[in-house]
């Protein structure tokens, strides 16, 4: 069965471009969520989605958004990228409301889209 | 607000060693989910063991182990027998509304 898949795997923007990154979750899942890796840093919680509406946000800016297809796969967007936003992104999926415990026990990460902002 | 720390930015072991890695957490819920992921350098998250608040008894997978105290927000990750495989970041995370993670810790397995 294939896993959470994220592409692309690595992007390089200029400054105040904007990125379009794309995640589709393990056939049956009907959650995803988004987090931010800085170098050196743990993930940073972005977005959780679930049957198409968002169930929770992190502290990141209005440049940053978001949205769940019906098939369940997902974008997240960034608008007028700036140097910080140079980072890992992973996405994740749950076949549960990843907000609820029950979410939580299936909760399987991508190998992440490399952002590199110029 | 949750948060969650691990104390040790780096860790070694020897080969066929033990190791602890060590993290706390800070949270006034009483249902949630404690988690030790391994990111290793393809980046991609991997699940090493998952923890339920509710429960008292300490998960083991295999090799791995955790060490739950629950009164003192403390969840560490015991890994005996340690293979050249196991080096990687690894990372503690509370999970109950969304997923909150620690700095990490990386680990170094020397031959």
């Not at chain 1, 795997?9 to 794309?22: E, M, S």
Request: charged share 20%; glycine share 6%; hydrophobic share 30%.
């Amino acid at each position: 069965d294939a896993g959470v898949t994220q592409s692309p795997t690595h992007l390089i923007k200029t400054r105040g471009q904007h990125v379009t990154l794309r995640c589709s979750p393990i056939s049956g899942h009907k959650s995803v969520s988004w987090y931010q890796q800085v170098l050196g840093q743990g993930p940073q919680f972005i977005f959780q989605y679930y049957e198409k509406e968002e169930r929770g946000r992190g502290n990141f800016p209005d440049r940053f958004s978001a949205r769940q297809f019906p098939n369940y796969s997902s974008e997240l967007n960034v608008n007028a990228l700036l140097l910080g936003d140079s980072a890992l992104y992973l996405c994740a999926s749950s076949l549960a409301d990843a907000g609820t415990l029950l979410g939580a026990r299936g909760y399987t990460f991508g190998s992440g889209t490399r952002l590199t902002v110029v | 607000a949750q948060t969650v720390t691990q104390s040790q930015p780096e860790m070694s072991v020897q080969e066929a060693e033990t190791v602890t890695l060590s993290c706390t957490y800070d949270t006034s819920e009483s249902d949630y989910y404690l988690f030790w992921y391994k990111q290793p350098p393809s980046r991609q998250m991997i699940l090493v063991i998952r923890q339920e608040a509710y429960k008292q008894q300490n998960a083991t997978e295999n090799r791995f182990s955790v060490n739950f105290q629950k009164a003192a927000k403390s969840f560490s990750l015991k890994i005996s027998d340690s293979q050249l495989g196991d080096a990687a970041m690894y990372f503690c995370a509370y999970r109950s509304n969304d997923m909150r993670f620690g700095a990490g810790t990386r680990l170094t397995v020397k031959p």
